[in-house]
């Protein structure tokens, strides 16, 4: 089983700062892999895909990167509507996923 | 607009079985795999199972193998889990996804299962 970890557990941060989050995997997921911001209350939402490919209506100043068993989701200046949960997920066994246990960004 | 509805949570005593439903509209279901995602109260996202659009590839998670048994009826436009030998660790919000570009694109607003004496 593929095991994601989420580092840091909290991101203290400012709007206007950069969010840098971290995902690892257990063994190289490739490039199969998306980031899901989830706000209180509501269902959560694909941000990002296939690593680095932004989902339909997602603002450009959310960024993802890396392959293998390194990944990072970059916020480029937050705004007040970001912050939230974010999750990792990969698909490199489809159709089992495995979820990371995410990383909170709150208002410093 | 894509719509997933889900129903048939509830309070069950542990052991017990319940199974839910989500509906889809929207989109061609029987295009595109399902998957269900349970979030425990305050817990972050487990997923539970996955199935291809025709049913020929299923995945479960192993907290859910051999108890769960994830369905769909693209007739009537339907994704199922049964969930039987329910227990108290089971309690969580389930979350029916559409999948899309290999990732739950669309998400409904789930439905609560609450197991306990």
């Known amino acids: 089983e593929i095991v994601l970890t989420q580092s840091p557990a909290t991101l203290s941060l400012s709007p206007g700062e950069r969010a840098t989050l971290s995902c690892r995997a257990s063994?190289?997921?490739?490039?199969?892999l998306a980031w899901y911001q989830q706000k209180p209350g509501q269902a959560p939402r694909l941000l990002i895909y296939?690593?680095?490919n932004r989902a339909t209506g997602i603002p450009a100043r959310f960024s993802g990167s890396g392959s293998g068993t390194d990944f990072t989701l970059t916020i480029s200046s937050l705004e007040p509507e970001d912050f939230a949960v974010y999750y990792c997920?990969?698909?490199?066994?489809?159709?089992?996923?495995?979820f990371g246990p995410g990383t909170k960004v709150d208002i410093k | 607009e894509v719509q997933l509805v889900e129903s048939g949570g509830g309070l069950v005593q542990p052991g017990r079985s319940l199974r839910l439903s989500c509906a889809a509209s929207?989109?061609?279901?029987?295009?595109?795999?399902m998957h269900w995602v349970r979030q425990a109260p305050g817990k972050g996202l487990e997923w539970v199972s996955g199935?291809?659009?025709?049913?020929?590839?299923?995945g479960y998670a192993d907290s859910v193998k051999g108890r769960f048994t994830i369905s769909r009826d693209n007739a009537k436009n339907s994704l199922y889990l049964q969930m039987n030998s329910l227990r108290a660790e089971d309690t969580a919000l389930y979350y029916c996804?559409?999948?899309?570009?290999?990732?739950?694109?669309?998400w409904g607003q789930g439905t609560l299962v609450t197991v306990s004496s």
């Open positions: 996804a559409k999948e899309s570009l290999g990732y739950c694109s669309h």
């Open positions: 929207g989109f061609t279901f029987d295009d595109y795999a």
């Open positions: 199935i291809s659009w025709n049913s020929g590839s299923i």
């Open positions: 063994q190289s997921v490739s490039s199969y």
């Open positions: 296939d690593a680095s």
């Open positions: 997920q990969q698909r490199s066994n489809w159709p089992r996923f495995t």
